[in-house]
């Protein structure tokens, strides 16, 4: 397949790009720093770009299979990153809906699930992280409402334990006792699940 990955200088994206490669897909990062990327310079077309830009945005999914999406926000929020995921999800979709393009396999946070009680995600969020919470919300709403094949990955504290492909999985819900998972196994699972369509239109809770 042709993959966009966003946001592939993070942890999540760095190993989305390196699995995906290794699946023999053609990849494409559109980043805002593209010299973190020069080592692999050659072997993936770099594209440097605001991810707010829909315009250019959109000139680099088009001709694609898919997005995978494993851009966020770095704690501590800034006062002017407050609303960046909102924005973010504004700009993907107007970007997705000037091309032909209309999967895409998205990292949110498990910060979303209301009836997680072990771990109690959804307080927790609200006690410390309110801003991301909110700001998460709301691009989960602009993505839901739009006409996209779209997944939204929900993992809860992250790690850079290695891969190791093994991680539950449930629609809609954290599993119990879903406190981390590994950065990698959270894109061991998007990298397949953007190959299918078995999780179009879901919430995924996703952990170790």
Known sequence: MKLVVLGATGGIGVEIVRQAMERGHSITAFVRKPGQLSALAGRIQ??????MDAAKLGRAVEGHDGVLSAFGPR???????????????????????????RRAVIVSTAFLFKDSIIPPTYLFGRLFFPSVVADAAAMERIV???????????????TDKPQTERYRVREEHLPIFGFKIARADVA?????????????????????
């Open 46 to 51: 770099i594209i440097q770009g605001d991810m």
């Open 75 to 101: 704690l501590p929020l800034s006062k002017k990153d407050a609303d960046l995921l909102e924005r973010f999800g504004t700009a993907l979709t107007n970007a997705m809906l000037r091309t032909a393009v």
């Open 144 to 158: 839901m409402a739009s006409p996209l094949d779209w997944t939204l990955v929900r993992p809860p504290q992250l």
């Open 188 to 208: 061991y699972f998007m990298v397949r699940c953007v190959e299918n369509h078995a999780s179009s239109h879901k919430v995924v809770g996703l952990c170790s």
